[in-house]
């Protein structure tokens, strides 16, 4: 008999990854959805993962060893490795929610048009306490916004429909040092329709190892450099057309439960702070009648935002 395929494909890659790994494993094999295969791509560790991942007998983990190739060729490979309908990704020493694969599997199930969808999602740190919120914004047309400031995915959340992804040709790019999601994204947006589900469905920890850790300021370099490369090739005004009066207050500021504490999840403000960051990269590249037009819709969705918060967070 033919093995069927899995409807879901998780990749997790995996070097030095240490104490978080054995939760974020244990998250992905408690999910309520269950046909998915999880490719655990150990990429040259030295410390005790490969034994970790040996330990977890599950039928449906796929380990692949390899000598240390980078996380970008070793993203790759477990592209290549996926035979689901869908592919999903984790990190090593994050936590995906219980219910996060059902969610987002109905979501591409019932949206044919979208191809790729991620999550908001929590912080936490070390000792997995949660201690804030990402505020994902929802729409399609604010997230295609959004990428001309910045990645609009927590990279863990993302789950992409394989025949859009591979059939495609979209791969990581070797060129995008620590960047590699972002600029997968700006290219695959042409593809189809992005979303991000409003529920908490992912917790991404914040600790002294992870990659913005380690390389946060070369981060907001290369991210600078593909926000301008995407400028160029793009019509600009339409980035800033009319957004119309319902839309200016279409996202609301709530707060979700989540391990029995309350977390603020401020996607109002998040609304406010995409058009003041396109006000800012408009201003440098020369365009101020745009940046202009960016800073009355910012004052349009929140003028107390603004008031409280100003220029701080109109930078990428």
């Known amino acids: 008999m033919v093995k069927q395929s899995p409807k879901l494909s ?8 240490g104490s978080f790994l054995i939760e974020a494993i244990e998250s992905i094999l408690h999910q309520t959805f269950t046909d998915f295969e999880l490719i655990i791509i150990n990429d040259g560790s030295t410390d005790d993962s490969g034994n970790i991942i040996g330990e977890f007998q599950d039928p449906r983990i796929k380990a692949i060893t390899q000598e240390n190739k980078g996380l970008r060729a070793t993203l790759n490979i477990g592209l290549a490795a996926a035979s689901g309908a869908y592919i999903a990704r984790m990190d090593q020493d994050d936590i995906s929610l219980p219910d996060r694969f059902e969610k987002q599997v109905a979501f591409l199930d019932a949206h044919p048009d979208y191809v790729l969808v991620g999550a908001t999602y929590g912080y936490i740190d070390e000792q997995s306490n949660i201690t804030g919120s990402f505020p994902a914004l929802l729409d399609d047309e604010d997230i295609k916004r959004e990428l001309f400031t ?14 859009s992804l591979k059939g495609g040709g979209y791969t990581y790019s070797n060129e995008a040092v620590h ?7 700006i290219r695959f947006s042409v593809a189809g329709k992005y979303a991000n589900l409003p529920e908490i ?25 593909l926000q301008i490369k995407t400028f160029n090739h793009f019509d600009l005004p339409s980035l800033v057309q009319w957004l119309g009066w319902k839309n200016a207050r279409k996202y609301r500021n709530t707060s979700i439960e989540i391990g029995g504490k ?4 401020r996607r109002h403000d998040a609304h406010c702070s995409l058009y003041l960051n396109l006000a800012w990269l408009f201003f440098h590249r020369g365009n101020f009648g745009l940046s202009i037009r960016a800073i009355f819709y910012a004052i349009l ?16």
């Open 201 to 225: 469905l992912y917790l991404w920890r914040r600790s002294s190892t992870n990659t913005t850790s380690k390389h946060g300021r070369l981060q907001l370099h290369k991210g600078y450099e």
């Open 150 to 163: 910045k990645s609009p995915f927590g990279h863990g959340t993302i789950m992409a429909r394989t025949e």
């Open 179 to 185: 960047m590699e999601d972002y600029e997968l994204w």
């Open 262 to 265: 309350r977390v603020d999840v």
């Open 301 to 316: 969705i929140s003028p107390v935002y603004i008031m409280k918060f100003g220029w701080k967070y109109g930078k990428p």
């Open 10 to 17: 998780v990749i997790l890659p995996v070097h030095n990854a």
